[in-house]
Structures are given as structure tokens and as C-alpha cells.
Nanobody, 123 residues
């Protein structure tokens, strides 16, 4: 499975972006999926996760109420809607997942990763 993240860009604080993660070479309909990010000079961190059906989600505290993870299994795509963006959200965002990725162990690095998309939030 190959994952392709897109949708990043430059936005002012308070603005919104929607990231997409499109899968090819196989179906991710039974994969747990997550979004991670890495800011300049910092370690990669978990952002959000969603189970295979989309019925369960989890977010890091810093994005709760602002970000929404969702998926469309028919389109083999996972999304991250980001609202009320802050300069501290600036990072490269990665989507990742695998059949065994679970919300109970959401910080465990999944097996498949996309290439990352840069989100820059200006103040």
C-alpha cells in the first residue's frame, strides 16, 4: 500500500486546511489510520487516529475541538480537517496506518507512511 498525503500549504492563524491521504496499491478499509506531525527541530508526534470503520477517533489534547479526522473507505482516503489553526500547528504532516494499528496503541508507529505535506501557519 502506498499513501499520498496532500492539502498542505500556507495559511494565516485562524484559518483552515483539509489534508487528504489517498491510498493506492491496496485497500485501507480495514486499516487503523493516523496523522502525525513533525515540527522543525522537534520529534514527530501523534495528532489523530481513526479506526477502520470511522466510528472511533482520538486526538492529542492540543488539537481537540479544532481538528477532525475522518475517512471514506469507498474512496480509499483519510482526511484531517484543521480549523482555527495556530502557528504552533506548523509542521510536516504525515498519514500512516496498517491493519494492526489501533487507537489503544495510537502512538505506536504504523507500518505504512505517506511522504508528508507541509503546513505553515503564519501569525
Amino acid at each position: 500500500v502506498q499513501l499520498q498525503a496532500s492539502g498542505g500549504g500556507l495559511v494565516q492563524a485562524g484559518g483552515s486546511l483539509r489534508l487528504s491521504c489517498a491510498a493506492s496499491g491496496g485497500t485501507i478499509s480495514r486499516y487503523g489510520m493516523g496523522w502525525f506531525r513533525q515540527a522543525p527541530g522537534k520529534e514527530r508526534e501523534f495528532v489523530a487516529a481513526i479506526n477502520w470503520s470511522g466510528g472511533t477517533t482520538y486526538y492529542v489534547d492540543s488539537v481537540k475541538g479544532r481538528f477532525t479526522i475522518s475517512r471514506d473507505n469507498a474512496k480509499n482516503t483519510v482526511y484531517l480537517q484543521m480549523n482555527s489553526l495556530k502557528p504552533e500547528d506548523t509542521a510536516v504532516y504525515y498519514c500512516a496506518g496498517d491493519p494492526d494499528y489501533s487507537l489503544g496503541r495510537r502512538s505506536r508507529p504504523p507500518g505504512y507512511w505517506g511522504q508528508g505535506t507541509l503546513v505553515t501557519v503564519s501569525s
